[in-house]
């Protein structure tokens, strides 16, 4: 129960902060209405005294003005022979308003004024109608334009300035007291009635970090899609739910169908030879079915076009097809069950290797043949890991951007039409809209899986397993199986091995004949992206693996409110697309008070944000198998959070952070979607050099950078392995 001198305490300092910052608020919102009326009247008064002589240069003038101020509308006023001023060019709604407000207090006294050779504006701000040039409310200045003695008029320049510079700096600086407030009102109540402050001031800067770069870009995204020219409008969803669109998320959602279907049971077989058979050469099955998972995403595009492309090395080469393509639906297809069944495969293998054999063998002794029972048995027991990894899959292909971006052809798919939404039409919102509109299959197929798993039961660890496993396959099914993984792993090889080959092709498809000046060229014109790419992603590699670890120890030891909404928007990232995040960033931090366009920090951020859902699953499983009775001795015994964090959480978890880091600087390398728009002269990324030597036909060029690639992200990786190596804890013996 909260301690009632505790929230009194909290009220007053509460009040007294309030008052400091309206009183900050107010002083700044005025010092800046101030000056920037100072610097509007000297500007129009200065101005005014550039007016023509000449009637006809009077119109071009005037329109000058609108350069002045931003938002602004003008009319010029003569002096005629009857001494009265008189409305000779400019603005015919401003002038509109001047005639029929002419008794109007502020605007006698402005024509007063400039008679007497004075500036002078309205007290009240005022509204025009709609039209070009100018945009809500705002005050009007009157402005006298001397004669060449000085000391009478020839006429007054009249400007109505809007008011939205002005609102937009009120806006923000209001936004910037409240969010003071929240700071102070959060830090000072974790420091009055947090038992652990640490854990609550984590518990803080994590609710901070997704709400500023997670919740706010998202939001920023949603709303671009409502809002055309300022006002609310469905224009841009009207436009977007058309059937031009729609064939694309089908395009989308049927290549996602596919690829998951496809990379699924390749992953199955996969995991089940590894796992639940006695085959050897397991070690490398396994290397070879992750390899394509940590290779850029345009490797394998690549290779699938140096070989059976247009000019290809199979397809025209080799077999003479002339009428063959491979761009398309079943190109993609092709493509992205070898780049995402190591998905599949790897979640697959954890499913399979948990399951206890001795239900199989109790099904066997019952005298069920091996067929039935891995029908009955095996596969309904596998079946949550089937779900998980087939879901896993179809939202990884419907976020895949690169392979699409150039293997889909005439093929159309959502995440490239928002791309070329972005790109060739400049149309934010549209792309904003397009990415949104993937959601829709992703949380349909989400929701399903989970609808489906919660129906049934299947737990078979009750207490201790057994650790043999009864080998399921028999003879022919093993050696069809060891003929399947086979040929995949030779495919993989191949592809691999092409693009190693177009290092040193003079030009493939034409000239095949061996070169060594494609690995200079390629370098030098590559290696500011290399060293850009390699200096980021080693920047957010230890910013993302401390985060994750710590989100992960909030999530499993702590309990707050709003603890499952904390969760929800830290894996948000891993079921938005990729195109979705990169706008939303464009839109979020391209304007004050967090400007970040352009720089390192944005890609970095984008980094951190991206991988942070795959940290925080791997740190909390491990959390999970750790009793907590270990940190509660060392908090016995004097330890504050911090320092149990780094003496005692971080070791024991050390397998899983440096596998969170080694993760996040993978991906950092071979990520597209997102970077693609957040890349700048400034900061650069490598796959996206690579994407463009491959548009532009320099296949050696590219192969010599993705090979660079390849080799970096394995060294990392490999590196990772001689970290954490594998105890074979969960190893089990395979009997006939």
């Known amino acids: 129960m909260l301690d009632r001198k505790k929230l009194a305490r909290l009220a007053l300092v509460a009040i007294a902060f309030i008052s400091a910052d309206t009183w900050i608020y107010s002083s700044l919102r005025g010092a800046f209405r101030s000056i920037m009326s100072d610097t509007r009247f000297k500007e129009i008064t200065l101005f005014a005294k550039t007016a023509p002589r000449d009637a006809a240069a009077q119109a071009d003038w005037i329109k000058g003005a609108a350069d002045l101020l931003a938002g602004s509308r003008s009319v010029y006023l003569a002096v005629e022979a009857s001494g009265e001023l008189a409305v000779a060019a400019g603005d015919q709604n401003l002038a509109a308003l001047l005639r029929t407000d002419a008794e109007q207090p502020d605007f006698k006294k402005g024509i007063d004024s400039v008679r007497y050779l004075e500036p002078f504006v309205s007290t009240k701000e005022y509204s025009l109608a709609s039209g070009p040039g100018a945009s809500g409310s705002g005050r009007i200045y009157f402005a006298p334009v001397p004669d060449d003695s000085g000391a009478d008029i020839r006429g007054a320049l009249v400007i109505f300035s809007a008011a939205s510079e002005t609102d937009r700096f009120d806006g923000l600086l209001l936004g910037l007291a409240v969010v003071a407030l929240v700071i102070f009102l959060a830090i000072y109540s974790v420091l009055a009635f947090s038992r652990d402050p640490a854990m609550g001031f984590a518990i803080l800067g994590l609710f901070a970090i997704v709400a500023a770069f997670v919740a706010y870009p998202l939001f920023e995204a949603l709303r671009l899609t409502f809002v055309v020219k300022g006002a609310f409008s469905l224009g841009i969803w009207k436009e977007i739910l058309t059937p031009r669109y729609l064939e694309a998320l089908w395009g989308s959602v049927r290549l996602g169908l596919w690829t998951a279907t496809t990379s699924t049971l390749v992953g199955f077989a996969f995991a089940f030879l590894v796992e639940r058979s006695s ?68 979640t697959l293998s954890s499913v399979l290797r948990a399951i206890d054999s001795t239900v199989e063998d109790a099904a066997l002794d019952l005298g069920a043949s091996r067929l039935r029972t891995f029908l009955t048995i095996t596969l309904p027991l596998a079946m949550p890991g089937v779900l998980s990894a087939w879901l896993l899959v179809f939202t990884n292909s419907l976020a895949d951007f690169a392979n699409p971006l150039l293997l889909s052809g005439s093929y159309r798919v959502l995440s490239t039409e928002a791309y070329m939404e972005v790109t060739g039409r400049n149309n934010l919102g549209g792309g904003a809209a397009l990415s949104l509109l993937l959601l829709l299959p992703t949380l349909t197929a989400f929701f399903a899986q989970r609808y489906w798993i919660t129906r049934k039961s299947y737990v078979t660890v009750t207490g201790k397993p057994s650790t043999r496993l009864t080998e399921l396959a028999s003879r022919p099914v093993l050696i069809g199986l060891l003929a399947f993984v086979g040929f995949c792993v030779v495919f993989i090889v191949a592809l691999y091995g092409t693009i190693v080959a177009g290092c040193f092709v003079k030009n493939w ?6 070169t060594l000046s494609n690995i200079p060229e390629a370098l030098s014109r590559g290696w500011k992206a290399i060293v850009d790419t390699v200096t980021l992603a080693a920047i957010a ?112 978890i050390r397998p899983a952070f440096i596998s969170s880091m080694s993760y996040t600087f993978v991906r950092s390398m071979t990520a597209v979607s997102a970077i693609i728009f957040l890349i700048s002269a400034r900061w650069y990324h490598l796959t996206v050099q690579i994407y463009n030597f491959s548009e532009l036909l320099r296949f050696g060029w590219a192969s010599v950078l993705a090979t660079t690639l390849i080799i970096i992200v394995l060294a990392a990786f490999g590196l990772m392995r001689l970290l954490v190596r594998d105890e074979g804890l969960t190893e089990k013996t395979i009997s006939q």
Do not use: C, W
């Open 279 to 346: 085959a050897r050469g397991k070690k490398f099955i396994s290397t070879m079915a992750t390899l394509p998972v940590i290779s850029p995403p345009f490797s394998l595009t690549l290779s699938i076009i140096l070989l059976f492309g247009n000019n290809g090395l199979i397809s025209r080469q080799l077999l003479g097809l002339s009428h063959f393509t491979i761009y398309g639906l079943n190109g993609l297809v092709i493509v992205q069950t070898i780049g995402m069944f190591p998905i599949a495969f790897m």
């Open 509 to 514: 498809g034409i000239d095949y004949s061996f």
């Open 541 to 652: 590699t230890p910013i993302a693996g401390l985060l994750a670890m710590t989100a992960a120890l909030v999530v499993v030891r702590a309990t707050f409110f709003g603890k499952r909404l904390l969760e929800a928007l830290i894996m948000t990232p891993f079921a938005v697309p990729g195109t979705l995040i990169g706008i939303a960033y464009i839109l979020a931090f391209n304007k004050p008070p967090i400007l970040l366009v352009g720089t390192a920090a944005i890609i970095v951020l984008n980094y951190v944000v991206r991988e942070l859902p795959v940290g925080l699953e791997t740190g909390a499983a491990s959390l999970r198998q750790i009793d907590p009775a270990i940190e509660e001795a060392a908090r016995d015994l004097g330890a504050d959070t911090p320092t149990v964090f780094r003496t005692i959480v971080l070791p024991l």
